[in-house]
């Protein structure tokens, strides 16, 4: 069934700074000290995730949409770490990384996920990266390093042609989100030889829980359709805002260092219009014009699975060399001449009911190559005795068999 369609600009911005005061709560990290450069690293990659958003909801129009700006980006700054000259150039223009040298942009990310992980005990979020590659594929040491360092990425070798890869992978994507996605990689490729995949799970209850008894069965009116739905509903102070286009609430997660914000155009403008024509420079001067207010919140209980392959979306932000394999330079990783990205997918999920929101969003990118990689060169020196035999290939009739302990010469051969 079709669901919510205000889920498009429902935005679960988990980076959502919060000046609440929740009175006799403790007080724990707050985004308000960020560096300069966490900051502007986090307002770059909120504004990818913007503009991936605008260009997601063009293609997928009056569709449930969802995704993480974080994961995506956090994905594609680990791929920056092995781009080099016109495909790093590209990718740093289209995740908005100017400005930022690749030890300030690693540093940033490294101290920003330690903030978002230490920010409320009452919220649990967790981030998690790694790298699979194919076992017989040459990777840079310094690379893999780069994203141990700062994005705690594990790295693992695998076989990929063993009946246990793909499993193993999913697995680990499974695992990193609780159960709520279940795989990310369909099947390896023979020519694909390196997956960067970054995990993000979110779990917090409403500061302030709806009441399930105040909960009833209600009608959601899309565009064209109407359809049956459960409809939460509770009075109480949240942060509060509307204007000539929308209505806006805050609702606060755990002490309150996380919030969904709830976008509601008004009557007479309809979503995809509301979408089109936003920037994140307007959602964030509404968020800041909401004050505290009592009133009224009836939120719908909702539950969306998302699933997209982004390449056409990145390529059309500005991403091109990186999926050409006689363009793309990832120099970095490997000296292999022909790697390049195959594919870029992202899953998420959420549900939301009456105690809270649990989320999950998972982002891989596939690295290949043209041609198969090579086998592994052997070595044989035979400087010892050893054993040789002649064969009739069409039968494999053993013709003849030997061993040999002292190599002589013709000259030197007895009688």
Known sequence: ???????????????????????????????????????????????????????????????????SPLSVSMAMAMAYNGAENQTAAELKNTLGYEGFSQKELNQAYKLLAEKLLDSDPLVRFEIANSIWYRQDFKVKEAFLNLNRTYFDAMVKALDFGSSDALPTINGWVENKTH???????????????????????????????FNEENTRDDTFFAPDQEYPCKMMKQKNEFRYG???????????YGNGQFAMTVVLPNPEY???????????????????????QSGTVLLPQFKIEYEKDLNDVLQALGIEDAFKADRADFSAISDANDLYIDKVKHKSYVRVDEQGTEAAAVTSVEFRVTSVPAEKEFYIKSDRPFLFFIQAKSTGSLLFMGTVYVPESDESSGE
């Open 1 to 67: 069934m079709k669901m919510i369609q205000i889920v498009a600009v429902i935005f679960l911005v988990m980076c959502l700074y919060c000046s609440r005061d929740f009175g006799s709560q403790p007080a724990h990290a707050s985004f308000d000290d960020l560096t300069a450069a966490e900051a502007n690293v986090l307002e770059s990659s909120d504004r990818f995730g913007f503009a991936l958003f605008q260009k997601l909801a063009e293609t997928e129009s009056e569709k449930n949409l969802f995704l």
């Open 179 to 209: 159960g709520k996605i279940a795989k990310i990689i369909d099947r390896i490729d023979p020519f694909a030889v390196m997956f960067l995949i970054n995990a993000i799970y979110f779990k917090g209850d409403w500061t302030y829980a």
């Open 242 to 252: 509307e204007n000539e286009k929308v209505q806006l609430v805050e609702l606060p």
């Open 270 to 292: 309809d979503l995809s219009g509301i979408v089109a024509g936003l920037t994140l420079d307007t959602l964030q001067s509404w968020s800041n014009s909401m004050s505290e």
